[in-house]
């Protein structure tokens, strides 16, 4: 079993950035691929960034591209999302999960592959 605990969310005006963290534990974390996620107020939660075990890939999603760029910190066992140029669009509650391996785009980009979730973190972006 893997726990991860979000932190890092919070309230920005729009163009300012945040970066959130996901810290890792019981399992090795290297063995697995990373994502994240948001869900905006009555919406769907949806895909936003992932890496893969290696962190020799990421991917986005169009929405966030060049603007979030997510990495991974296998030593401390955590997966950042660094967030710039906020858009009130990107309020939502952010949540990290992880899945065993998970090397191609198709593994990392849908929810229903990951295995395990944090308890997500809230980001306002005011206008």
């Known amino acids: 079993q893997v726990q991860l605990v979000e932190s890092g969310g919070g309230l920005v005006q729009a163009g300012g950035s945040l970066r959130l963290s996901c810290a890792a534990s019981?399992?090795?974390?290297?063995?697995?691929?990373m994502g994240w996620f948001r869900q905006a107020p009555g919406k769907e939660r949806v895909f936003v960034a992932a890496i893969t075990w290696s962190g020799d890939n990421t991917y986005y999603a169009d929405s966030v591209k060049g603007r979030f760029t997510i990495s991974r910190d296998n030593a401390n066992n955590t997966v950042y999302l660094q967030m710039n140029s906020l858009k009130p669009e990107d309020t939502a509650v952010y949540y990290c999960?992880?899945?065993?391996?998970?090397?191609?785009?198709?593994?990392?980009?849908?929810?229903?592959?990951?295995?395990?979730w944090g308890q997500g973190t809230q980001v306002t972006v005011s206008s």
């Open positions: 019981g399992r090795t974390f290297s063995n697995y691929g």
């Open positions: 999960a992880a899945r065993i391996g998970g090397t191609y785009y198709y593994q990392l980009v849908r929810e229903h592959e990951y295995d395990h």
